[in-house]
């Protein structure tokens, strides 16, 4: 939305809803402010924190330092899809390189990307926990083990 002088403008009547649903919200209950509010935006927009701050009285440092501390949160608007390659020990000993290129090929994009259209971004990550399954992609919250490259192709196919 652009708003008077050309500015973009964030409507808040999304992060007023939440506050409403959670009222009275305290310190404890920041994560899940968090997360509702990135649900509803798709990230966290500085306007909907400052409303966040303002309606709560939690200090808006306090709202931050928790959004930068926590990989879950963004800052800025974030693909519609991420995609998440792990490189951890055991997915990088069982071919973990190549799942990255199969996908960074299958995009046109790399690490820290997004496509054109804002539909996939690539994340490469530490590690996603289920060394069991190496390698591992994670689709959003969905996770796919021992993939192979030529997979690439059909998992993302179900996110179109």
Same mark, same amino acid.
């Given at each position: ?22 009222a ?10 968090l997360?509702?509010?990135q649900?509803?935006?798709g ?8 409303e966040?701050s ?5 200090p ?29 020990? +055991? /997915? ?5 390189? *190549?799942?990255?290129?199969? &996908? @960074? ?5 790399g690490?820290g990307?997004t ?10 990550? +530490? /590690? ?5 399954? *190496?390698?591992?992609?994670? &689709? @959003? ?9 030529g ?10």
């Open positions: 939305m652009v708003g008077p002088g050309g500015t973009d403008t964030v409507d808040l009547n999304p992060v007023r809803r939440v506050l409403d649903e959670m009275p919200v305290r310190h404890e209950h920041l994560i899940p402010l997360q509702a509010i649900a509803d935006y990230y966290l927009p500085r306007e909907a924190l400052a966040a303002t309606s709560t009285g939690i808006l440092s306090h709202l931050f330092g928790v959004a930068t501390f926590y990989a879950q949160f963004y800052l800025e608007p974030h693909a519609r899809h991420t995609i998440r390659v792990c490189r951890g020990t +055991a /997915c990088h000993v069982r071919g973990r390189q *190549a799942i990255q290129d199969a &996908v @960074d090929a299958h995009l046109g994009i690490d990307e496509t054109e259209d804002g539909r996939y971004g690539i994340e490469t990550v +530490a /590690c996603l926990g289920t060394c069991f399954l *190496a390698p591992v992609v994670m &689709v @959003d919250h969905d996770y796919y083990g021992s993939v192979i490259p997979k690439i192709p059909e998992i993302l196919e179900e996110y179109e």
